[in-house]
């Protein structure tokens, strides 16, 4: 046989996998901003982008093909700045701070001159006696300096973006500026223009003289206050999840060969080292303790302000702190395989989706600032035939500078982000918008027992062997099967049979039932009595049913070697937070492949009324279908790999976080308490979060619908217009940032 005739055959073609790139997109000031963005990069072929007002980032998948200049290029040729987004989050820190306080500087001096401007105005507007020669010349010098120098990256982002045919608010409040300097300057360099006749102080206010230079100082003073106070309330929505982003450690004490320690970076830290970690330090990465003793914070990831004792053998996730003692931490997870790194891409991504009311915002951005131009051409001609030139300049000048889209940009996303980063706090991380809407149907909330409802900390409590059959013996090989298991009453086992355990070949799981494999040559199953038939045990199996105890039977060789019974505790809040559900008009489930009695023991003490147990994974779903199918929307919470199904089936999944990787996959909300008191937490939060959305666009399109026919109507002065115009904004921030007291006690 040749070569060639021993070569594989060629592998068929595969697709080829989607790439994901974060940019930093500068320049966006409203929906109608995001609108161009998204377009432009979905142009692309092989390109899926969502672009985030709130967080200046847009989260583009694309093919491999597609190279991050090719996307950074087309965000600029929109006119727009853009780049790869820092993995350093203290980097996007800073880039904010100089931009805030850029603004604050032009925002400064603006309203330097802006004060005695417009409170000379007034004066010569409400009594002209005070009127001196030149009078017009001081405003023009005092208001120069504002729309030009104040207004310039008003004037900038509006000039770039038409000259890539882009419309946005900058392009309105620009024009806006540009217009009522233009005609003020017109009318000072007209002799005769200016209105003689006193008018009174409130006519002064609300119906501006020919020379409108304090309205277009005083726009740009109110437009860029709004920016700044949005830029900072904005830091303050964010600041949850940077103190999130920047909690990992940076350096790690790496253990070598000869027991010295060396200091390296995290980033150089690889699987199956050992580190150490000192009283105070944030854990490196995750991983399992070898050796010492310490309590850990782990509030950085589950919200739980009671530290937790940690020793050889326990867990322990990279982002916390150890509080006391020294601990050898072996690694078993790096960079961005550890639970940290995943909990922060579910924020990322959570981020990266749109809620249905948002979509509806965008769509009304995109042809919201054309709109807006046509209606002030439209009031221009109709004031200019029916009043002349003065009132047709000011009404349509307040028609420019009333109009607000960017509150209709930031009424979902500040809002999401607000509420991201208060779940974080609380240990609770949402998927995404679609898991956000779901919650507030939600009526049913049906739970797993072992590991949800209890602590899932299984311990052997009794062992029934069949004659013949000695105790060690049967744990022995119990337990080397089971120890190839994920389920908790395998750990149980495991726990109870100690850890020189014989190998196991074979092994297979079945999901709900139990596990096989060969142990020494024997052919060992292990599971539930609907698995193995007690045959000789059954009345040892019926007396640990009575007594509200999950039954483990053991078979070797095809007979019955012993019954297991398994006692579980009930999590201490379990009981307060299915009282919080029911309070909140929710019914609550228990499902469970234990038994009856077991379940329905566990049920009463919680408060639970409807248990259905015996239920396999499979059952589980036909469980979840049929409550859906009688009217209900059900949210189920679980956390092993049995559940994975059901979370999937259900309306909302939500997945303890110390569960399997199987169920928080599955899931669209993982909690990362281990108290139950997270599922009430995390759908009150979900429907606060919605509620807020609900109110910020309700204000912006209600704003926008009432202020352009007024400003229309000649009713509104550029002035108080362009007040409102920010004030719009700022309500839509600081109603989402309500958001984080959410759960405050």
């Excluded at 509420?419 to 706090?425: E, L, P, T």
């Excluded at 994975?644 to 259900?650: K, T, V």
Aim: proline share 5%; with cysteine; hydrophobic share 50%.
């Amino acid at each position: 046989m040749t070569d060639l005739d021993q070569a594989p055959a060629p592998a068929a073609a595969q697709p080829e996998q989607a790439q994901r790139t974060f940019l930093d997109v500068g320049g966006m000031t409203c929906a109608a901003c995001v609108g161009r963005v998204e377009r432009k990069l979905n142009k692309l072929d092989g390109v899926r982008a969502v672009v985030n007002l709130a967080t200046r980032t847009a989260t583009v998948e694309h093919a491999p093909t597609v190279t991050v200049e090719q996307l950074t290029g087309t965000v600029e040729a929109a006119g727009y700045t853009a780049a790869p987004k820092s993995p350093n989050p203290r980097r996007t820190i800073l880039a904010e701070e100089r931009e805030r306080r850029d603004v604050l500087r032009r925002l400064i001096v603006s309203l330097v001159l802006f004060v005695p401007a417009a409170d000379l105005s007034i004066v010569l507007a409400t009594i002209p006696s005070t009127r001196f020669p030149g009078w017009q010349w001081v405003l023009l010098a005092l208001s120069l300096p504002v729309v030009t120098w104040g207004a310039w990256p008003l004037h900038k982002r509006a000039f770039l973006g038409a000259r890539h045919g882009a419309a946005t608010m900058d392009t309105l409040v620009s024009v806006g500026i540009i217009s009522a300097t233009a005609w003020s300057v017109v009318t000072v360099l007209t002799p005769g223009r200016q209105r003689p006749d006193p008018h009174g102080f409130w006519n002064a206010i609300f119906q501006s003289d020919p020379i409108y230079l304090e309205v277009a100082m005083g726009v740009t003073v109110f437009v860029l206050a709004g920016r700044y106070f949005e830029a900072s309330a904005r830091a303050k929505a964010a600041s949850a999840l940077r103190e999130l982003a920047t909690r990992g450690a940076r350096e790690v004490s790496v253990l070598v060969r000869d027991g010295s320690e060396l200091r390296i970076p995290v980033r150089e830290l690889r699987e199956d080292q050992l580190f150490v970690v000192r009283p105070g330090e944030t854990i490196a990465t995750d991983g399992t303790v070898e050796s010492g003793s310490a309590f850990v914070d782990n509030s950085t990831m589950t919200g739980e302000s009671r530290p937790v004792p940690a020793g050889p053998g326990d867990r322990v996730v990279g982002g916390t702190v150890c509080q006391d003692g020294r601990l050898t931490v072996r690694a078993t997870a790096v960079g961005e395989d550890t639970t940290f790194a995943a909990m922060l891409r579910l924020v990322e991504d959570a981020q990266a989706t749109k809620a249905r009311m948002q979509r509806l915002a965008d769509r009304v951005s995109a042809v919201f600032v054309p709109c807006v131009f046509a209606i002030a051409a439209l009031t221009f001609v109709g004031w200019l035939i029916a009043s002349g030139i003065d009132d047709a300049v000011k009404s349509a000048i307040a028609v420019l500078v009333i109009a607000c889209p960017c509150a209709l940009g930031l009424a979902t996303p500040v809002a999401f982000m607000v509420a991201s980063g208060r779940g974080a706090q609380l240990g609770v991380y949402v998927r995404g918008h679609s898991a956000l809407e779901a919650t507030e149907t939600i009526d049913t909330v049906v739970f797993d027992k072992t590991g949800t409802v209890t602590t899932g900390v299984l311990s052997v409590a009794g062992v029934t062997v069949a004659p013949g059959r000695t105790e060690e013996t049967v744990l022995r090989l119990a337990g080397a099967v089971e120890a190839a298991s994920e389920h908790a009453v395998a750990r149980a086992v495991v726990a109870r049979a100690g850890s020189d355990l014989p190998a196991v070949d074979d092994f297979r799981a079945v999901p709900g039932l139990g596990a096989t494999g060969v142990v020494e040559g024997a052919s060992v199953r292990v599971g539930s009595p609907r698995f193995v038939a007690p045959g000789v045990l059954s009345a040892a199996v019926e007396a640990a049913a009575e007594a509200g105890r999950t039954v483990a039977v053991v078979e070797v060789d095809g007979a019955v070697a012993a019954v297991l019974e398994v006692a579980d505790t009930i999590k201490p809040d379990a009981a307060d937070a299915v009282a919080r559900l029911h309070a909140a008009g929710i019914r609550t489930v228990l499902l469970t492949g234990d038994n009856a009695a077991a379940a329905a023991k566990i049920a009463v003490l919680v408060g639970i009324d409807d248990v259905r147990a015996d239920v396999l994974p499979d059952g589980k779903v036909a469980a979840i279908r049929e409550l859906q199918a009688s009217g209900r929307r059900v949210a189920m919470v679980g956390d092993g790999v049995n559940d994975g199904p059901a979370l999937a089936a259900a309306d909302l999944g939500l997945a303890m976080g110390t569960g399997t990787d199987v169920a928080q996959s599955a899931a669209d909300v993982v909690l990362m308490r281990e108290e139950l008191s997270a599922v009430p937490d995390a759908l009150g939060l979900a429907r606060a979060t919605l509620k807020t959305i609900k109110t910020n666009l309700v204000w912006a399109f209600g704003y926008n619908v009432a202020a352009i026919p007024v400003a229309v109507a000649g009713l509104l002065n550029p002035l108080i217009g362009a007040a409102a115009m920010a004030f719009s904004s700022f309500f839509v921030v600081w109603n989402s940032l309500r958001l984080r007291k959410f759960g405050a006690r």
